[in-house]
């Protein structure tokens, strides 16, 4: 269970983050400084109780449109090997020290747990509120066979990261009790190993309300799994969309 201290944080995540964004290839803005606001998010706990993780969603108001972002985030009490790609920055905790800010979708802690939940083994916790669970946040599988067989799958090892204008591909390599279950999946597979995608949306768009929480958003018939989770409009409307996607791996 995460613990929620209400302490001070130099720099704030929101500071770090404008610094940060530009530099992303999936970010919108001009060329003015980020204008970012808090619209939503959620938490995940890690096993271990290691690591801190926090999936924000953030408004950046700067331009003609204000335009929402999906930041997944961890925060560890020293620098991750091999994740130098990832780093945000560092900051001053109020009671824990330095912690270094990492970039998510670079951090196999999140990228296990975000897999989980699509699962549903791991439960969105709120952001603000120790041991309370965030039910606008919602992960499923597609109720096909293919997807069936992620169900009985895991993270294993290191995932392949690729940032672009639409948002970060993930490829996972997971392993699973049979062979047979991972090329069911419609993966890379040999034996009991596998290759899936898991695409993290970026620029976030709110759905039709019409669509209700189990929509899948338009991922397209070739999607394994949705998660999708609810954030504030500029003008204070609910909204809720697309947050992540698993899918088949490409041949």
């Given at each position: 269970m995460a613990?929620?201290?209400?302490?001070?944080?130099?720099?704030?995540?929101?500071e770090l983050l404008t610094a940060w964004l530009p530099s992303r290839p999936w970010y919108r803005g001009?060329?003015?400084a980020p204008q970012l606001a808090r619209v939503g998010g959620f938490r995940?706990?890690?096993?271990?109780?290691?690591?801190?993780?926090?999936c924000l969603v953030v408004t950046d108001r700067s331009g003609d449109r204000p335009v929402t972002y999906f930041v997944p985030l961890t925060y560890r009490g020293a620098p991750l090997d091999g994740a130098e790609r990832g780093l945000v920055g560092t900051l001053e905790h109020g009671l824990l020290g330095r912690r270094w800010i990492y970039d998510g979708a670079h951090d196999p802690v999140l990228v296990g747990q975000l897999f989980a939940v699509f699962q549903g083994r791991a439960v969105p916790q709120a952001q603000d509120v120790t041991d309370a669970r965030d039910d606008s946040v919602h992960g499923r599988l597609a109720e096909t066979a293919a997807a069936a067989a992620v169900g009985s799958s895991?993270?294993?090892?290191?995932?392949?990261?690729?940032?672009?204008?639409?948002?970060?591909?993930?490829?996972l390599h997971t392993s699973t009790g049979a062979g047979g279950e991972a090329e069911a999946a419609g993966a890379?597979?040999?034996?009991?190993?596998?290759?899936?995608?898991?695409?993290?949306?970026?620029?976030?768009?709110?759905?039709?309300?019409?669509?209700?929480?189990?929509?899948?958003?338009?991922?397209?018939?070739?999607?394994?799994?949705?998660?999708?989770?609810?954030?504030?409009?500029?003008?204070?409307?609910?909204?809720?969309?697309?947050?992540?996607?698993?899918?088949?791996?490409?041949?």
């Open positions: 613990v929620i201290h209400h302490t001070t944080l130099k720099p704030t995540k929101l001009a060329a003015q995940l706990d890690d096993p271990q109780g290691e690591v801190g993780i926090e895991a993270v294993a090892g290191a995932a392949t990261v690729v940032d672009a204008a639409h948002g970060t591909e993930l490829v890379r597979s040999t034996g009991a190993r596998a290759t899936l995608g898991l695409r993290i949306e970026r620029v976030l768009a709110a759905l039709p309300r019409e669509r209700g929480v189990g929509s899948t958003g338009g991922a397209g018939p070739e999607c394994l799994g949705t998660l999708t989770g609810a954030w504030q409009s500029a003008d204070g409307m609910a909204q809720r969309g697309l947050l992540a996607t698993l899918h088949a791996a490409e041949r």
